[in-house]
């Protein structure tokens, strides 16, 4: 059998590509996250791609450690794909250093950690586990369309507000089939300095969210202190815990201070666009999480 480069102990030098403009980073992590994959994107960059490596086990002068390694990045501000997201700078000519060894960090298992070191039975579940994981309404052999929902048409009340909670056929098809990412890159909260520049559209934008998020949750919405976030309280830590990794997946920026999660918000964010999606990541990750994993 063939040893798969993931699993092996990597004693190969390092080449890092770095120069004027280009840097390195490396994250040494837990044993835990051995295999997993790390992505990072430029702070802020609307049109940058995530960049990603695994997490290798390495043997460096007789010792071993477990990191990922990402030989060039251009110079910039960037953030970790994590819980809590971290900041870092990249600097050309320079390696920067983030050290995950003691501390809880949370990383998606969405690369080779997901499939490495697990049979095939194990990987892919029998027909009926899978039956199980589907909502009431599909289980029993109703046929279930693997195309996912497309971008949902605005709905209007009389009053001619955005009509949140009428979107979709029901939350539980939105949180099966889901809606179209917010886009490629990360979806982050606006500078203080731009928000103070509007406070007007910013207040607008806020006004609309909360209404948004109360309507197809029902939980407590609060305003942040800090400009460019607003909070949703959820039940408990545990649950803010869920929603918040189920967020972060559809490329939106969230953050957790205990039972609250803190959504990004601008003056700018449009209504058939920003606004809309933060709405419906929470409409569809809070539906699943009452309804099919709360349980």
């Given at each position: 059998m063939v040893e798969k480069y993931v699993n092996r102990v990597q004693t190969e030098h390092v080449v890092l590509d770095i120069g004027q403009d280009t840097g390195a980073l490396i994250i040494y992590t837990r044993k835990d996250l051995h295999g997993y994959q790390i992505d990072v994107s430029l702070k802020g960059n609307a049109t940058a791609k995530r960049v990603h490596t695994d997490v290798l086990e390495r043997n460096i002068g007789g010792r071993v450690v477990f990191a990922a390694v990402f030989a060039e990045l251009p110079e910039g501000e960037y953030n970790t794909w994590s819980d809590p997201i971290e900041t870092f700078t990249i600097t050309g000519g320079h390696i920067t250093e983030l050290h995950w060894l003691d501390t809880d960090i949370y990383v998606p298992p969405v690369s080779s950690a997901t499939t490495e070191g697990r049979s095939s039975s194990q990987r892919t579940p029998s027909p009926s586990a899978l039956s199980n994981m589907?909502?009431?309404?599909?289980?029993?052999?109703?046929?279930?369309?693997?195309?996912?929902?497309?971008?949902?048409?605005?709905?209007?009340?009389?009053?001619?507000q955005v009509a949140w909670d009428k979107?979709?056929?029901?939350?539980?098809?939105?949180?099966?089939?889901?809606?179209?990412?917010?886009?490629?890159?990360?979806?982050?909260?606006?500078?203080?300095?731009?928000?103070?520049?509007?406070?007007?559209?910013?207040?607008?934008?806020?006004?609309?969210?909360?209404r948004g998020l109360r309507l197809v949750t029902g939980l407590p919405v609060l305003r942040s202190e800090r400009l460019g976030w607003i909070g949703l309280k959820c039940e408990d830590e545990e649950m803010a815990l869920w929603l918040l990794r189920a967020i972060i997946v559809e490329n939106i920026c969230v953050r957790r201070e205990g039972a609250v999660l803190f959504l990004p918000?601008?003056?700018?964010?449009?209504?058939?666009?920003?606004?809309?999606?933060?709405?419906?990541?929470?409409?569809?990750?809070?539906?699943y999480w009452m309804e099919h994993i709360n349980q």
């Open positions: 589907l909502p009431p309404r599909y289980q029993g052999g109703k046929q279930v369309s693997s195309a996912p929902m497309g971008t949902a048409p605005m709905q209007y009340a009389e009053n001619g979107m979709w056929t029901s939350f539980c098809d939105l949180a099966l089939a889901g809606g179209p990412p917010h886009r490629d890159t990360l979806l982050e909260p606006v500078p203080p300095d731009e928000v103070k520049g509007n406070m007007v559209g910013y207040e607008h934008v806020l006004t609309e969210i909360e918000a601008g003056p700018d964010f449009r209504m058939k666009n920003e606004i809309k999606n933060v709405i419906t990541v929470v409409a569809k990750t809070h539906h």
